[in-house]
């Protein structure tokens, strides 16, 4: 794509943004800020040529600050369109496009700076010096550290007090393209910093995310005490009082720090600015009360929090635990109710800032109400009223998880509409949607029909399609790209290398303790783990990485013995230049995790899988597809 990365200050021809090679494009050269950004989308040469629903997450940037909106898309022909509203605050546009799973790649992005009075200011060029040298590749796009560098250079031309600001950024950038003029740079401005008679707090902090940087821990942490003993009800010795907090796990204890942090730095929570400093402790309350039943303390957090969307938030979280432990349900489904009908109330609300328009925030409660719904007709099981789960669920229905499928063929079924039943649990299940427990219902409802042909054939034939279509869509992502060598200890002590396992499928999943996404993957990993026990030919390998405590493998086999799980774990070595990277992890490239690997038996990643699938049973059917595959390839090599 041709972006409008080189616009002049004065003149801009409109020509040049209307080649046909653009897939985007802007309906005026600079948009001004302040005012609707039109533009348009032809997916033709993309991967999403011939998809109907595709859907636009917008990125608006005020120099480094980031807000998202979905704006509706409108086609016309095979050509998209839509419009930003924007503030004239706004520096920055930046488009992102998906189809369901699959994305419009294009490694340098869809954006365009916003003009003010004609002219691109300065802001703008940091907005694009941010997004190319910090955040590209979490935006899916290619980083470009040479151009991030020239628009950070731009900036400061045009505004030398936008420097100051930006200087942290700036700096990392000159590091990155070259270790050595880059180290020269920041020792030049830390010198600075420690010329200053009186250095303000954030020229302390940046001097301590340099030394960072640098790699001088020692002198990182001794800068942040300096800050904390310059500036003790700073920004920093803020944050650090606010995530003691958060850390607690008794509520009582989070509620005792929190009063003396409101003492400490002299909170009037009268005034709005202040109470939005603490605004998202409350929920934490809230919800830590309320999950621990102590309901007087509930209802008092829950009465300050005054946004209706906040608060049907903290009300639906506390009812999804006490739904999932089947716990004080009359109570839980009192304030599930209440989460939905503050949400319907919030539609009549002006709208937040950031929050988009009205559309986009009618949107997003919308999206909210769908979730508490969910959330409410289990509680309504729980209490008996199937029928009226039923109502619910089927509210819920068009952004159903696989569980919500699941739940909502059990409400069909204990509410008597069997014929229901029996024929959602059918479409589910030859989507690829289902579930074990789906399964053995469908086998109860189809005994009631008497029909003569056997469960298990009429069960084979339902999932034949949705077992294709899997093996279909991993087809058109398999790859073939060398396995990094590796030799890793695992938990007994054992070294397991790679090289060891040649002839064999191997499956790598990349984990943490942490990591939330990649703990709800474990019981379908358990799952496929005990499916392909008794086959000599496909080994799981758990590499446990990015864990940084000094207690670490502890950690590990605590969690490993406490979860009961069966897996062979590896413990990922730090790298010995860098103690921030892990070996394995970076060798093969990993953004994040859970990120799971396929190998052939010749050594060759056939497939990467990022992030969790949502349910036990949709692990099992994608790492099937997978398995087999690679499996194919390295018996047609021998």
Known sequence: ????????????????????????????????????????????????????????????????????????LVKDGSVFSSEIPTTDSTSMVVLMFKSGDVADDNP??????????????????????????????????????????????????????????????????????????????????????????????????????????????????????????????????????????????DPAAMEEKLLALVKKYGLDLDKEADMKKISYVYNMMVTNYGQTKNISKFEEYASKIKDKSSLAAAYNSVAWILAERNEEVAFAAGISK??????????????????????????????????????????LHHLGKDKEAVIYQEKAIDAMDIPGNERYVMYLDLAGDKEKAFTVASKFLKEGQGTDAMRERLKSLYAGKKLKEPYAVFLANLEKEAKAKEQAEWAKKMISVPAPAFSLVNLKGETVSLASLKGKVVILDYWATWCGPCVASFPGMQKAVNKYASNPNVVFLFINTSQRETNREELVKKFMADTKYTFNVLLDTKNKENPNLFDVITAYKVEGIPTKFVI?????????????????????????AMISMASAKSAGSK
């Open 1 to 72: 794509m041709k972006c409008f990365k080189k616009l002049t200050f004065v003149l801009f021809l409109a020509a040049s943004i209307s080649a046909s090679a653009q897939n985007v494009k802007f309906m005026e050269a600079a948009p001004a800020a302040g005012k609707p950004v039109k533009f348009s989308y032809d997916p033709k040469g993309t991967k999403l040529e011939g998809k109907d629903d595709i859907t636009c997450l917008v990125y608006t940037f005020a120099s480094t600050q980031l807000s998202t909106t979905v704006p509706k």
């Open 108 to 249: 340098q992005g869809y954006y365009v700076k916003l003009s003010k009075g004609g002219v691109i200011p300065a802001s703008a060029y940091v907005s694009e010096g941010y997004l190319l040298g910090s955040i590209a590749t979490y935006l899916g796009m290619k980083a470009d550290d040479q151009k991030a560098l020239a628009s950070y250079e731009k900036s400061f031309e045009i505004d030398p007090a936008s420097k100051d600001k930006s200087i942290y950024n700036y700096l990392a950038v000159k590091y990155k393209i070259d270790a050595v003029s880059g180290t020269q740079s920041i020792n030049d401005y830390l010198s600075l910093i420690s010329k200053k008679s009186l250095p303000a707090e954030i020229d302390l902090m940046t001097a301590s995310n340099l030394y960072m940087l640098l790699k001088k821990k020692s002198e990182a942490d001794s800068m942040k005490n300096i800050v904390v003993s310059k500036y003790p009800t700073g920004t920093y010795a803020f944050s650090l009082d606010y995530s003691a907090i958060a850390s607690q796990k």
């Open 338 to 379: 209440k989460s939905l009908d503050l949400v319907e109330a919030a539609k009549a609300d002006a709208v937040p800032a950031n929050a988009g328009s009205k559309a986009q925030y009618i949107q997003v409660l919308n999206r909210n109400y769908i979730m508490y719904a969910d959330t409410y007709a289990l509680l």
């Open 600 to 624: 052939d038996g010749d050594g060759v990643i056939r497939f990467k899988a990022v992030g969790f699938s949502g349910s036990a049973d949709a692990v099992v059917t994608e790492l099937d």
